[in-house]
């Protein structure tokens, strides 16, 4: 009898340090929620004012930064077709003040306002919605102190199931975050893991809880082999290191319960593909590899300067260049490059084609074509089809140029996003 319970003993040890040792697979969705304001679904701003550039709430990259002036500013995104919206947010960097949102269906008539308050150290900010149905998106700032702000989204209706990416061998091709879920990309293991924020991390938002492990690490499963060059976060605002490791194949194993799980310590004996530090605590790193990655997962591994205690990330960017579609209810919308490296996307709609050119170094952006009915206009037709759409004037929060969108080429669409001045050069 005393060396059954001995065995037992035993065995319950090795199942105990089995269990600490490996990490074990978050359970995935089939469908992953993607964020709707992107231009590479058909996003487009309407108007814009006191946001510079205000492309940059469209081009999907969580690090770029959009300046927010004080005072009153505003945002109206035209999605590419009537949608639930369930929520919208980013993440604040020294705003002061409130921000409201609200729907439209013709961009008129705004329904479903919802306000939230929040003082200069407050990080994430996040509107609820309440799967309300909507074309247009209504931002409104109220600040008494104006900043930057990251890693916006929208989040409802749209899912990975929507896109398909091709990749390039010459690598050209738009920007595409993999980690976003476009291309079937899906946030795979977590350490060490808040439970209770499981679905918010999946989806956007990864907390990892108080502890005094050395890594923060978060694994990636892009759902092939793909190329990448760039990778990054927007994190909680103090000095930080991240490591990028890259596999074509993970080296998984089923545990004691027959799931997949993860033994980290097969990072240690690795070299990673890049690294990058946030020396100051600014709260963003990012960092470009020379030649392209080939990976098919992607473990990501954050380093503070000591342990706080917790440790959010707020947006990931494991990316690479390639030809995006996207298709909805009869709508389809195809992203690339022309050869002056601008993004380029085209929308295909009951017959109608536009076509939207954005310069991602500067923001500015060209609409060419129509939609008909549901179209924004600068010389073409407005939302009811009448060609008479008022002019559109720009704030500029960096008091840099002229701040007035120049006229928009013929029969265009949508207004030009002239914010008046370059975006910031720093992160």
């Known amino acids: 009898m005393k060396r059954h319970l001995q065995l037992t003993a035993i065995l319950s040890l090795a199942t105990l340090t089995l269990a600490v040792g490996k990490w074990s697979r978050i359970p995935s969705a089939d469908k992953r929620p993607v964020n709707m304001s992107l231009v590479s679904a058909g996003t487009t701003v309407a108007s814009s004012q006191g946001l510079a550039p205000s492309a940059g709430?469209?081009?999907?990259?969580?690090?770029?930064p959009v300046r927010v002036a004080s005072g009153q500013s505003e945002a109206i995104l035209k999605l590419v077709r009537q949608s639930?919206?369930?929520?919208?947010?980013?993440?604040?960097?020294g705003l002061e003040g409130s921000v409201s949102?609200?729907?439209?269906h013709d961009g008129k008539t705004w329904k479903n306002e919802v306000r939230q308050s929040f003082t200069a150290i407050d990080r994430m900010v996040s509107l609820s919605l309440g799967v309300a149905q909507g074309q247009y998106v209504r931002l409104q700032f109220d600040l008494n102190r104006g900043g930057v702000i990251r890693s916006f989204q929208i989040l409802g209706s749209h899912s990975d199931a929507n896109y398909k990416v091709t990749q390039n061998k010459d690598g050209s091709g738009a920007k595409v975050n993999f980690a976003s879920g476009i291309g079937g990309g899906r946030l795979i293991y977590i350490n060490p893991e808040d439970f209770s924020s499981r679905n918010l991390a999946a989806a956007s938002e990864i907390t990892f809880p108080e502890s005094n492990d050395k890594y923060r690490t978060a694994v990636y499963d892009l759902g092939q082999v793909r190329s990448l060059n760039e990778f990054g976060s927007v994190h909680s605002p103090r000095p930080m290191r991240m490591l990028v490791y890259a596999f074509e194949t993970?080296?998984?194993?089923?545990?004691?319960?027959?799931?997949?799980?993860?033994d980290p310590s097969a990072l240690d004996g690795i070299d990673p593909v890049a690294s990058a530090e946030d020396a100051i605590g600014k709260g963003v790193i990012q960092v470009k590899t020379k030649t392209s990655v080939k990976a098919r997962y992607v473990a990501l591994r954050w380093e503070p300067d000591f342990n706080p205690p917790g440790v959010t990330v707020s947006g990931v960017t494991i990316s690479g260049s390639g030809n995006v579609s996207f298709n909805s209810a009869?709508?389809?919308?195809n992203t690339t490059?022309?050869?002056?490296?601008?993004?380029?996307?085209?929308?295909?709609?009951?017959g109608n084609t536009m076509t939207v050119t954005i310069d991602p170094s500067s923001g500015q952006t060209n609409t060419n074509g129509n939609l008909g009915a549901g179209g924004e206009s600068g010389n073409g037709p407005d939302a009811s089809g009448n060609n008479?759409?008022?002019?559109?004037?720009?704030?500029?929060?960096?008091?840099?140029?002229?701040?007035?969108?120049?006229?928009?080429?013929?029969?265009?669409?949508?207004?030009?996003?002239?914010?008046g001045g370059q975006p910031p050069s720093e992160i």
């Open 57 to 64: 709430l469209i081009l999907g990259d969580p690090l770029r």
């Open 84 to 93: 639930y919206v369930e929520r919208a947010s980013f993440v604040s960097e």
């Open 101 to 104: 949102a609200s729907l439209s």
């Open 250 to 262: 993970l080296p998984e194993k089923e545990d004691w319960k027959g799931r997949l799980a993860f």
């Open 330 to 333: 009869g709508t389809s919308v």
């Open 337 to 350: 490059t022309d050869a002056n490296g601008n993004v380029v996307t085209e929308i295909n709609q009951n």
């Open 388 to 419: 008479n759409a008022p002019p559109v004037i720009f704030n500029n929060p960096s008091n840099t140029g002229d701040g007035i969108g120049s006229p928009a080429s013929n029969g265009n669409d949508g207004r030009k996003q002239d914010d």
